[in-house]
């Protein structure tokens, strides 16, 4: 069995697309489907259905892609590995990552991580849709949402600490809300699937109806919007820790934490093995967040 071979059909699995995983690697098209002809002729089975618009794994293409990804995972580690005595991170290391955070947070990192990897290249992907990692071909997802899929592995990689904030100009014309009583006769920024914020308290959660004007759909216009002076807002702390330095937007309610768990989330696929890239990535983005991360110092 050839591993260039067993490579090229772990990128047709991902892109539905004999040509395209063909050209991620450098081979023509014709040259490609040769090569999973060769290697559907040394498996003795047909492991993907042509048609004229895409292709698709068959049953004994899909029982063969964990084993490929394991097999190509050992042999990524073995070739780092000898000659050096220690695994070195080499080739491009896929990555996606929400838009707000991966535009503040992960591209500034990235000449350190670079400059530490030589051999190292990367490719980011910022969206804030929840993309399939595993068919999307990505490394690591940088998430800051709950992990649903079973077969990823998840790494914390920093806390992500909500706060609620206003700009000096709206406490000025409104008030500083100090109570949770007062905040239910305030302006708030309301962000799409936030109704309502929820608080503890000595008695238990307390649960406030958000009163406001102004709704959105993303974190950074809901920031945006409390330095217009259009509300209060909750907001993330690293959307917002510039702004708190500065002065332009003021943390109100802080004898009051909202009840939230959320965290930036590394998540990989599942692996006995893990990728010398991989484990580079997630090594150096833990001490370069921090504990606590710098946005929270």
Same mark, same amino acid.
């Given at each position: 069995m050839n591993i260039e071979h067993l490579r090229l059909f772990v990128r047709v699995a991902a892109t539905h697309n004999i040509s395209l995983a063909g050209k991620e690697l450098g081979l023509s098209a014709p040259v490609a489907s040769m090569h999973i002809n060769k290697l559907e002729e040394s498996i003795g089975a047909r492991l993907i259905h042509r048609t004229t618009r895409k292709v698709s794994l068959t049953e004994e293409g899909e029982a063969l892609l964990p084993y490929a990804d394991e097999i190509l995972a050992s042999v990524d580690a073995a070739r780092s590995t000898v000659g050096t005595g220690k695994a070195q991170a080499t080739g491009t290391i896929r990555i996606t990552a929400p838009a707000s955070f991966g535009r503040m947070h992960v591209i500034p990192a990235l000449k350190g991580f670079l400059d530490?990897?030589? &051999? $190292?290249?990367v490719d980011i992907r910022l969206t804030d849709s929840m993309i399939d990692m595993i068919e999307g071909g990505f490394d690591v997802a940088i998430r800051d949402a709950d992990l649903k899929d079973s077969t990823l592995i998840a790494k914390k990689l920093a806390t992500d600490k909500r706060i609620i904030c206003a700009s000096p100009e709206y406490i000025a014309a409104h008030g500083n809300p100090t109570s949770l009583e007062e905040l239910k006769n305030h302006s708030c920024v309301k962000q799409m699937g936030f109704d309502s914020w929820?608080? =503890?308290?000595?008695?238990? $959660?307390? =649960?406030?109806? $958000?009163?406001?004007?102004v709704r959105v759909d993303h974190g950074e216009a809901v920031r945006d919007a409390a330095l217009q002076s259009l509300g209060v807002a909750m907001c993330a702390e690293w959307l917002v820790y510039q702004q708190l330095i500065n002065g332009s937007l003021v943390e109100v309610l802080t004898d009051y934490s909202l009840n939230d768990a959320a965290a930036i989330w590394a998540v990989y696929p599942s692996s006995r093995l893990l990728a010398p890239k991989v484990r580079a990535f997630l090594d150096y983005f833990s &001490?370069?967040?921090g504990a606590p991360p710098y946005w929270e110092n």
């Open positions: 530490k990897h030589p &051999e $190292l290249s929820t608080f =503890n308290t000595p008695t238990g $959660l307390q =649960n406030i109806k $958000l009163k406001g004007r &001490e370069y967040y």
